[in-house]
Structures are given as C-alpha cells and as structure tokens.
C-alpha cells in the first residue's frame, strides 16, 4: 500500500464514521481487535 492508497483509506473511514456514525472531531473512538500490522 502507498502513502497515498493509504491517506485514501483514511479519508474514507472519516467520511464513513462522520456521516453514518455521527461521530465528530473530539469524540472517542475505540477498536476492539487483534494486535495486527493492519491497524497502522
């Protein structure tokens, strides 16, 4: 993956937990999963 794909990718969850989730700039996020190279 490229810096670039993965700028991508983050904007892209943003988006998705802004507009689906309605979370917001200072609200808590947790993520509950396997200690894993995939959550860089």
Do not use: C
Not at 2 to 31: C, M, N, P, S, W
Request: hydrophobic share 40%.
């Amino acid at each position: 993956m490229t810096f670039a794909e993965h700028r991508k990718a983050v904007a892209q969850l943003a988006r998705t937990l802004e507009e689906k989730y309605e979370i917001g700039t200072g609200d808590r996020v947790a993520i509950l999963g396997a200690n894993s190279p995939e959550w860089m």
